[in-house]
């Protein structure tokens, strides 16, 4: 049984069911930047979940050679970063994982946050939830030089907290952060039944509520 004493837990889609307000924040952000240039943004294809920022604006923009308009990124990440913010909240949460965080850090479990937002997002949305005082440090993808699906989020929190890969347990929901977990070497629970495909240790079904007991069939808290 694996022995863990750092948790790092995802945001969006594995804490708060945030996933259609990020593509409606998007979405808003486009349209304003389609009618200021008189353009229009490539259809978005695909399963983007917990794709980065950068990686979405290049698919939507690319063919209108804006594909490395820093000034324009950071414009239509804004836009996007405004309208979720004003629009998340507790109410969004995932039930069972709030527990598990609560349960966590009642064990003196260190516990770290690591996703492809914007610290300023992932903040927010941490107190919308009432949980950002669990949370020892915040690694997100503005303090990053490459986002997930590269592991350097990850391991960047790892030498953070000067723990080997074996104690740590990682919380993700995307293909996209699952893969950049795995190739840290880390244990990755899926949350929810989709996370199946991309090959996580174990998968917590969303219609389940004894993910302690079942964790604890494999991990040691």
């Known amino acids: 049984m694996q022995s863990i004493s750092t948790v790092f837990w995802d945001l969006d889609g594995t804490l708060i069911d945030s996933e259609h307000l990020h593509m409606q924040s998007g979405n808003y952000a486009t349209s304003v930047l389609e009618q200021e240039l008189q353009l229009k943004a490539e259809p978005l294809v695909g399963d983007l979940t917990g794709l980065e920022n950068r990686a979405i604006f290049d698919l939507l923009f690319g063919q209108a050679n804006l594909k490395n308009n ?10 996007a970063i405004n309208f979720f913010l004003e629009r998340v909240d507790g109410n969004q949460q995932i039930q069972q994982s709030i527990e598990l965080v609560k349960h966590f850090s009642a064990q003196g479990i260190v ?39 590269h592991p350097e989020m990850y391991l960047n929190a790892l030498a953070f907290h000067g723990q080997n890969p074996e104690q740590c347990l990682v919380f993700e929901d995307s293909a996209t952060g699952i893969n950049a977990a795995k190739a840290a070497g ?4 899926g949350i929810g039944n989709t996370a199946i495909a991309h090959k996580p240790n174990h998968t917590l079904d969303l219609n389940q509520n004894n993910w302690l007991e079942i964790l604890s069939l494999h991990y040691s808290f």
Do not use: C, M
């Open 70 to 79: 820093s000034e324009l990124f950071e414009r239509w990440q804004q836009l």
């Open 186 to 189: 880390l244990s990755v629970v």
């Open 111 to 149: 516990q770290s946050l690591v996703s492809n937002s914007t610290k300023e997002v992932i903040a927010h949305s941490l107190a919308q939830l009432g949980i950002l005082d669990n949370y020892t440090q915040i690694f997100s993808r503005d303090q990053a030089e490459f986002g997930k699906p």
